[in-house]
């Protein structure tokens, strides 16, 4: 589970997420954090999130965001907020690093999401062009996190049947739908 100030990192893509307030800090109500991404970092696919806000805010670098088919680019102080089933994604085609304050409410389980596809990459058990695990483990994942969010394309019925039956089977076999970013010192 993250906690404040916990720092996490993808090596895959040099990402960094600093959790300012999570779920557990909030009540469940919002997760809070900061994002630090290089040049040309492509960021998330095109995808929507059912029920939860996402804003951002850039504090340095420009944010490039697709936004329900609009792209805007947004520079330090501007912000933008994505609702519920707004198809979006954003990327850093600037030329120096951004960072960004990203919020989603309310939190549900985007942190373990986060923290377990890191963790996952910190201990070389991704694919390096995709940032992804296997199959089989990203079932196990989006088993956790059921529902909270799907990507554009695939059919919705598609997703979920990954998610439900796939990651249930994937459970059983001995995946985890949460694997813990190593902390140092442990």
């Known amino acids: 589970m993250a906690h404040k100030d916990q720092l996490i990192e993808n090596k895959t893509f040099g990402d960094k997420i600093r959790f300012l307030v999570s779920s557990k800090d909030s009540g469940?109500?919002?997760l809070s954090m900061e994002i630090a991404c290089k040049p040309g970092a492509v960021g998330p696919p095109l995808h929507y999130?059912?029920?939860q806000s996402e804003s951002f805010e850039v504090v340095s670098g420009e944010l490039s965001v697709v936004c329900d088919d609009k792209k805007?680019?947004?520079k330090p102080g501007e912000k933008i907020t994505v609702?519920?089933?707004s198809a979006h994604?954003?990327?850093n085609e600037g030329i120096e690093d951004l960072v960004m304050i990203v919020d989603l409410s309310p939190a549900l389980k985007t942190e373990f999401f986060l923290e377990t596809v890191y963790s996952l990459d910190v201990q070389n058990k991704t694919n390096k062009k995709t940032g992804l695990p296997g199959v089989?483990?990203?079932a196990a994942i989006l088993n956790e996190c059921y529902g909270?969010?799907?990507v554009v394309g695939p059919p919705i019925i598609a997703q979920k049947f990954m998610a439900k039956v796939i990651g249930s089977f994937a459970k059983l076999i001995g995946y985890k739908g949460y694997v813990p970013f190593p902390r140092k010192g442990r």
């Open 49 to 51: 999130h059912p029920v």
């Open 148 to 150: 909270e969010l799907f």
């Open 136 to 138: 089989l483990q990203f």
């Open 89 to 91: 994604k954003w990327w």
């Open 72 to 74: 805007i680019v947004l």
């Open 83 to 85: 609702g519920p089933n």
């Open 28 to 30: 469940g109500e919002k």
